[in-house]
Antibody
Framework: QVQLQESGPGQVKPPGTLSLTCAVS?????????WTWVRQPPGKGLEWIGE???????NYNPSLKSRVTISVDKSKNQFSLKLSSVTAADTAVYYC??????????WGQGTLVTVSS | QSALTQPASVSGSPGQSITISCTGT?????????VSWYQQHPGKAPKLMIY???NRPSGVPDRFSGSKSGNTASLAISGLQAEDEADYYC??????????FGGGTKLTVL
């Protein structure tokens, strides 16, 4: 059974960098899947942030592309998200999910990150 | 990229059927069969309900079904149950090699 677990600081000061990690268990991060980040501002809908796919290929939301970096750490079987120059608008629950095969499944439980000085 | 368009809310009584629409463009919904649907209960992570327009993952009741016509995809739920009350989101792959979600639909079971 594949499980994902997000971790990282719950608060970030603007205009700093938000950094989160997603630990994967039950599957190899090197398998033939993409690994995805999605966020959800409080009371609002889901927004796709980006993904890292086999071979290290990355795809990002065009509206966030200039600020986002997604990377993989094979030695720890985890992947990470970095979002720079954060503002209050980046306050959200951040989810990681396994992508590939044209679906996102399963998802992590999510972690709330608040951007505030 | 603009979010896919979903109705803000739908409702139905137990046992009834409802449909949630998801409208995009030829650059996303209309251009690919890579449309999926997610159910989200309050405070919980989204759960995959339908993928590739019509496919149900194992464990999802066959009361849930998906379809697509042109630039609009739809999620149908028959035999509504109280546990179906949740938010539902569609998503589609796009010509920008990215994914776009719908704004979400709140389903109320009366």
């Amino acid at each position: 059974q594949v499980q994902l677990q997000e971790s990282g600081p719950g608060q970030v000061k603007p205009p700093g960098t938000l950094s989160l990690t997603c630990a994967v268990s039950g599957a190899s991060i090197s398998s033939n899947y993409c690994w995805t980040w999605v966020r959800q501002p409080p009371g609002k809908g889901l927004e796709w942030i980006g993904e890292i796919c086999p071979g290290g290929n990355t795809n990002y939301n065009p509206s966030l592309k200039s600020r986002v970096t997604i990377s993989v750490d094979k030695s720890k079987n985890q992947f990470s998200l970095k979002l720079s120059s954060v503002t209050a608008a980046d306050t959200a629950v951040y989810y990681c999910a396994r992508g590939g095969l044209w679906r996102f499944d399963p998802w992590g439980q999510g972690t709330l990150v608040t951007v505030s000085s | 990229q603009s979010a896919l368009t979903q109705p803000a809310s739908v409702s139905g009584s137990p046992g009834q059927s409802i449909t949630i629409s998801c409208t995009g463009t030829s650059s996303d919904v209309g251009g690919y069969n890579h449309v999926s649907w997610y159910q989200q209960h309050p405070g919980k992570a989204p759960k995959l309900m339908i993928y590739e327009v019509t496919n149900r993952p194992s464990g999802v009741p066959d009361r849930f079904s998906g379809s697509k016509s042109g630039n609009t995809a739809s999620l149908a739920i028959s035999g509504l149950q109280a546990e179906d009350e949740a938010d539902y989101y569609c998503t589609s792959y796009t010509t920008s090699s990215s994914w776009v979600f719908g704004g979400g639909t709140k389903l109320t079971v009366l």
